[in-house]
């Protein structure tokens, strides 16, 4: 790989959520801010809306990880899958809060013991926050079976509180007259948004950073100016095609990415088109020719 050519310690750019790569980046930064506040505040439900690919999952693990590290006040539950019957949904809640549940258990008694794990959790003063992750995928009637949970309050105060990550979609299915009274107990919502060009400079630069780069300049304004253009300033695009203009700039030799990495870069990543279509061959071509088809090989096994 790239690392030691380019002075790296670690891969900068890759799509898994790692917390340590965050960046407060002006969206996320308010996004972040706004689910502190909330939470502290105790309101029961918020949302966090964003494309694919807009870094809500990192967002998500930041959140979380800020939370767990305070155990004294807050209990979490993270459920990142939530394609759940109602019932599905209840018990992973109370798997993530320290129940022991049996499978077959009614409805009515999963959701006592439910209920007084939280009233025991309020006892001691803490505040269980429940994280869902993908909830645009979740089915009406576990949405609807969520509204149910938070429903559970004392004469003061919720006892559980619920953050929402989600695509667009999320706000077609609770403009659905069935699910207003859950529209209507979203207290504060987010929409997370694209970087701009200075954005993806920003963000570029701070995870080489991260990752152990303390040199010259690696992407030229140029290669941030068309990477910007390319990914439309989303990050997992950002990701993919700059990994890619790294392993293309390493393939020939060469210490900085300019404009042409990321135009081979752009060409073998789906979904993304350059502004002019008359550009480099192929990277697999050019990592065939350069560094051998064993190195091209692991590269197009790399493509998403």
């Known amino acids: 790989m790239y690392l030691q050519h380019f002075g790296l310690k670690e891969l900068p750019l890759t799509l898994t959520p790692n917390t340590h790569f965050?960046?407060?980046?002006?969206?996320?930064?308010?996004?972040?801010?706004?689910?502190?506040?909330?939470?502290?505040?105790?309101?029961?439900?918020?949302?966090?809306?964003?494309?694919?690919?807009?870094?809500?999952t990192i967002l998500c693990r930041?959140?979380?990880?800020?939370?767990?590290?305070?155990?004294r006040n807050f209990?979490?539950?993270?459920?990142?899958?939530?394609?759940?019957?109602?019932?599905?949904?209840?018990l992973a809640f109370a798997e993530e809060i320290g129940l022991e549940t049996i499978p077959d258990i009614d409805h009515h008694s999963l959701l006592k013991e439910i209920?007084?794990?939280?009233?025991?959790r309020a006892v001691q003063g803490r505040k269980v926050v429940l994280f869902i992750d993908e909830a645009h995928a979740m089915p009406e009637e576990t949405l609807e079976a969520l509204r149910l949970l938070t429903n559970i309050e004392t004469e003061k105060a919720k006892l559980l509180q619920v953050i929402l990550f989600a695509q667009p979609e999320i706000d077609m299915i609770l403009n659905k007259t069935t699910l207003r009274q859950l529209r209507q107990r979203i207290t504060f919502s987010f929409t997370l948004v694209a970087l701009d060009r200075e954005g993806v400079d920003r963000y570029i630069n701070h995870r080489l950073a991260m990752a152990g780069h303390n040199g010259h300049a690696i992407f030229t304004k140029k290669s941030i100016d068309l990477l910007a253009i390319v990914s439309r300033g989303i990050p997992r695009l950002v990701n993919i095609i700059a990994h890619k203009a790294l392993m293309v700039a390493f393939g020939k030799g060469e210490r900085s990415v300019d404009e042409s990495?990321?135009?081979?870069?752009?060409?073998?990543?789906d979904g993304v088109e350059l502004p002019s279509k008359n550009y480099a061959p192929r990277i697999a071509a050019v990592l065939v020719a350069i560094i051998g088809s064993a190195a091209a090989f692991f590269f197009v096994g790399f493509k998403l």
Do not use: C, Q, W
């Open 75 to 90: 209990e979490t539950a993270y459920i990142p899958n939530p394609i759940l019957s109602p019932k599905g949904l209840f």
């Open 261 to 269: 990495h990321i135009r081979t870069a752009t060409l073998d990543t």
């Open 115 to 120: 209920t007084n794990r939280l009233a025991e």
């Open 62 to 71: 930041k959140v979380l990880n800020t939370l767990s590290e305070d155990e």
């Open 22 to 56: 965050f960046l407060n980046m002006a969206s996320h930064h308010a996004a972040y801010n706004m689910l502190m506040v909330s939470i502290m505040n105790g309101e029961g439900f918020m949302k966090v809306v964003g494309e694919v690919g807009t870094g809500k």
